[in-house]
């Protein structure tokens, strides 16, 4: 099975984990740079509802033993009577979640649900009833429970911002909730899950691992020139690090082609338009995509190309060439547009 890369956040502060709260968003609990291990940071986990796995210097899925309990159809876990979601659920048939296994965070891919739950106006919330109710769904579904207890303050503190708004639904209040990790391990991929609760809601993210396939077309130069002479546009699908400005080497081929046809016509200008899906919110997917089309703009420039030759500038999810209903009409509109000046 092919390992999960683990992303351990930390920061240099800790004694910023006494009594941090983070700030209030416009929903509470509703919404990947790498830094250096904390020191070891001791974990006091609540008694255990269910089996847990046997604890290790360093998780692996390995250790999870194999479950082949039915499952339903994705999410695989309904609400309580008398709870329903705050919001619209984010449901994305590729996405990522950060999952605590109480040394580091585990960057899981694949189908990926996040919800934050509220109570029915006619009916009283209870923390209690919400979570053991959760936890029986999760040990008949054969999940073992990896991690129970708060998540430090210096590694929640050294997450990105863009991080904690793309996860929050999903994450919950875990600055001031402690945070449960189950595993299903199963023959066809595993299920990661996270939940957590307080007094007034709970947060469930739910993952069915699944590895990444870029569906990203490679255009030769001469294609890219045929589409611009004929449309004024070509459009490039350039491979990103998920929900990230960073381009992936899968795509340089793609950056070389825009390179050579610039430098075979260098009367020629172009405008860099980053697009995205329509997952998530319209100012994370504007910042998103004006952050990709610039990291475009800067591989052109550090290939050679002048930088007034060149403008960049992202649009969230304007423009869509395709339906968002599904992954390919998604991975469509994920996309870089040039434009001839």
């Known amino acids: 099975m092919k390992k999960i890369t683990s992303v351990v956040l930390a920061g240099a502060f800790l004694a910023a984990a006494c009594g941090h709260k983070e700030p209030e968003s416009v929903e509470r609990a509703v919404g990947n740079a790498t830094a250096p291990p904390p020191a070891p940071i001791p974990a006091v986990a609540t008694a255990p509802a269910g089996p847990v796995a046997p604890a290790a210097a360093a998780f692996s899925i390995d250790d999870v033993p194999l479950s082949n309990a039915p499952l339903g159809q994705f999410p695989y876990f309904g609400l309580p009577a008398g709870y329903e979601p705050q919001n619209k659920p984010k449901s994305l048939d590729f996405g990522h979640f950060l999952f605590w296994t109480g040394k580091a965070f585990e960057n899981v891919e694949g189908?990926?649900?996040?919800?934050?739950?509220?109570?029915?106006?006619?009916?009283?919330?209870?923390?209690?009833?919400?979570?053991?109710?959760?936890?029986?769904?999760?040990?008949?579904?054969?999940?073992?429970?990896?991690?129970?207890?708060?998540?430090?303050?210096?590694?929640?503190?050294?997450?990105?911002?863009?991080?904690?708004?793309?996860?929050?639904?999903?994450?919950?209040?875990?600055?001031?909730?402690?945070?449960?990790?189950?595993?299903?391990?199963?023959?066809?991929?595993?299920?990661?899950?996270?939940y957590t609760t307080n007094s007034a809601q709970g947060s469930l993210?739910?993952?069915?691992?699944?590895?990444?396939?870029?569906?990203?077309?490679?255009?030769?130069?001469?294609?890219?020139?045929?589409?611009?002479?004929?449309?004024?546009?070509?459009?490039?699908?350039?491979?990103?690090?998920?929900?990230?400005?960073?381009?992936?080497?899968?795509?340089?081929?793609?950056?070389?082609?825009?390179?050579?046809?610039?430098?075979?016509?260098?009367?020629?200008?172009?405008?860099?338009?980053?697009?995205?899906?329509?997952?998530?919110?319209?100012?994370?997917?504007?910042?998103?995509?004006?952050?990709?089309?610039?990291?475009?703009?800067?591989?052109?420039?550090?290939?050679?190309?002048?930088?007034?030759?060149l403008q960049a500038k992202g649009y969230g999810r304007l423009n869509p060439v395709s339906a968002n209903s599904d992954e390919a009409g998604k991975a469509a509109n994920r996309r870089v547009e040039l434009i001839k000046l």
């Not at 990105?160 to 793309?166: F, H, I, L, V």
């Not at 699944?210 to 589409?227: H, I, Y």
């Not at 070509?234 to 080497?249: G, Q």
């Open 205 to 309: 993210a739910v993952v069915q691992a699944k590895p990444f396939v870029a569906t990203a077309a490679l255009l030769p130069a001469g294609q890219l020139k045929s589409d611009l002479d004929k449309t004024g546009k070509a459009v490039i699908h350039v491979n990103f690090a998920t929900d990230r400005t960073e381009i992936l080497p899968s795509s340089k081929d793609q950056v070389d082609a825009v390179v050579a046809l610039l430098k075979a016509d260098p009367a020629l200008k172009l405008a860099i338009n980053g697009y995205t899906d329509d997952s998530g919110s319209d100012g994370h997917n504007v910042t998103l995509s004006d952050g990709r089309a610039k990291a475009v703009h800067a591989a052109l420039v550090a290939a050679g190309i002048a930088p007034d030759r």
């Open 111 to 194: 189908q990926t649900y996040m919800v934050t739950i509220r109570n029915h106006e006619e009916k009283k919330f209870s923390s209690y009833e919400l979570k053991r109710n959760f936890e029986t769904l999760f040990q008949q579904a054969g999940a073992i429970k990896i991690a129970d207890a708060r998540i430090p303050a210096a590694v929640l503190d050294a997450l990105p911002q863009a991080t904690r708004s793309e996860l929050l639904m999903g994450l919950g209040d875990v600055w001031n909730d402690p945070a449960q990790t189950w595993v299903i391990r199963r023959p066809s991929g595993a299920v990661w899950i996270h």
